[in-house]
């Protein structure tokens, strides 16, 4: 059980740091917050499949980039994002559901514990 824990962990770890990446290279927002306009707010969205306590722990982290974090209530993965044939999830699907909710100065961050993939050359 301690290397299923573990690997769970690894793969929050390793989703924080790509949303993390994605947000510090995004120059438009660097932009907002340097022009004194409203500071980003993270928004942690869980989706059901992942313990509370990883949440927690991933949203502690966050904090102490970006001050202005909302940890929202869990929701199920999008059913319209599940690719039978190899037992995942998709990516590009999952960042559509969470960006049609997201506005202007927020940025949605999905945790899940599922496989997920995307389009190679992508």
């Known amino acids: 059980m301690n290397s299923v824990n573990e690997i769970l962990r690894f793969k929050i770890v390793l989703i924080y740091l790509l949303f993390i990446y994605v947000l510090s290279s995004c120059s438009e927002k ?3 917050v340097i022009n004194g306009e409203e500071a980003i707010t993270i928004l942690v969205q869980p989706f059901k499949d992942i313990n509370s306590g990883d949440v927690a722990e991933v949203a502690k982290e966050i904090r102490k980039l970006y001050p ?10 999008p059913t319209k994002s599940y690719y039978k044939p190899r037992n995942r ?3 590009d699907s999952i960042i ?3 960006s049609k909710n997201t506005r202007k100065s927020f940025v949605t961050i999905g945790l899940t514990t ?6 190679k050359g992508i």
């Open 89 to 91: 999830y998709r990516a």
């Open 114 to 119: 599922k496989d997920i993939s995307t389009t």
């Open 68 to 77: 202005k974090v909302k940890v929202l209530e869990p929701v199920d993965l």
């Open 96 to 98: 559509s559901f969470l």
């Open 30 to 32: 660097k932009e907002e």
